[in-house]
């Protein structure tokens, strides 16, 4: 395995570790630095399905917490479905998919106001050669954050 080396402001730091001085007081600012940068998530449903099983509970855990020394600017959640059924079946599916997410983000703790919660029912669930994407099963996260002032 080989380390990174980094030259920060006069000082050497292979991997984090502190050679010379200064980097650790790095490390943090570039740790600070990032924070807050967007974080997108996608949680995938069984087919027919709206149900938050453990694992998209605990990412939606993960996102909300990547969140709690930022400022939430916006939370956008996207439902979407395949194409197996009823285009208005689909759109239906997707409303309480996005729904669902929607409801344990604001449970996890994010901002209500901050939602744009969206669904797109089956659209765009078929390639242009006629193949139902299963994976469109999902809902799309995408959190904006700014640094606190």
């Known amino acids: 395995m ?6 920060v402001a006069g000082a050497l730091c292979v991997t984090g570790v502190l050679l010379l001085g200064g980097c650790q007081s790095w490390r943090q600012g570039l740790a600070l630095d990032n924070r ?10 069984e ?10 509970r605990g990412l939606i855990a993960e ?8 400022v939430v600017e916006a939370v956008e959640v996207l439902g979407l479905a395949d ?12 409303q309480a998919r996005a729904a669902a997410v929607a409801e344990a983000l604001t449970a996890a703790g994010l901002p209500e106001a901050a939602f744009d919660t969206r669904a797109a029912g089956q659209a ?3 390639t242009t050669d006629g ?14 954050m700014a640094n606190p002032s």
Do not use: H, Q, W
Request: aromatic share 4%; net charge positive.
């Open 131 to 144: 193949v139902n994407r299963p994976m469109r099963r999902r809902v799309e996260i995408v959190l904006r």
């Open 83 to 94: 194409a197996s059924g009823a285009a208005d079946a689909n759109l239906v599916l997707s």
């Open 47 to 56: 087919p027919d399905s709206a149900e938050l099983g453990p694992e998209a």
């Open 36 to 45: 807050c940068e967007p974080v997108t998530a996608e949680i995938y449903f």
């Open 63 to 70: 996102t909300a917490r990547r969140s709690s020394e930022c």
């Open 2 to 7: 080989r380390a990174k080396t980094y030259a």
């Open 124 to 126: 765009g669930a078929v």
